[in-house]
């Protein structure tokens, strides 16, 4: 993400499917930091991920940019990041985390990378903010971050899951020379029909 990238998100003054927009604070603020972390999850479970922005406060329904004080920003370095994360997050999460200036302000950009085997699921609990076992989506519905919804959602983390599972074969079986080309291996019910085929021409 760049300034002019930043720019037209604020621009279009609402979260999207693959934007989340939490307030300015310190890391340290646990609150706020959960709050992150159950948003980061949820662009984790996304295809393609997203972006999780801190420094976006809502007023009145409105996403304001307030940006981060150097105290707070000096909180954000991404190894305390990652070491927050794994506290509450299984398997680990893949991110950047790039400083935005806008408008004379600072602000956290957690670019988000989709989960690379398994669906990211929540390890601990948290106040209100998180729940152990928890696994959190943005809905299809509106651009939210809830505990997985419908049957919808969850057939779609699960076919983002098989795709991944079947490049895995894939490439594993390239690695140790399986041709995955030409005729499929007959089936139990292809061997059982030819069995009879040979009994009848035999009679």
Partial sequence: MN????????????EQ???????????????LLTKVVRAVMSMANRRDGGYVIVGVEDEDGMPVPKGLTDE?????????VADSLSE?????????????????????????HEF???????????SDVLRAGACYVRTRRKPETVEI??????????????EKGVRRFVARARTV????????????ADLFNKQIENFLGEN
């Fill in 3 to 14: 300034k002019q990238e930043f720019s037209e998100i604020i621009a279009l003054g609402r």
């Fill in 17 to 31: 499917r693959g934007v989340e927009f939490k307030r300015g604070g310190s890391r340290k603020n646990k609150h």
């Fill in 72 to 80: 707070d920003l000096s909180t954000w370095i991404y190894d305390d």
């Fill in 88 to 112: 509450y997050v299984d398997p680990n999460v893949s991110f950047d985390l790039k400083v935005i200036e806008y408008e004379g302000k600072q602000f956290v950009v957690l670019i988000v």
């Fill in 116 to 126: 690379e085997d398994l669906p990211i699921l929540c390890k601990k609990d948290y």
């Fill in 149 to 162: 919804p419908s049957q919808v959602d969850m057939r779609d983390l699960l076919d983002l899951a098989v």
């Fill in 177 to 188: 020379g399986l041709s995955l080309t030409g005729p499929l291996p007959p089936t139990d």
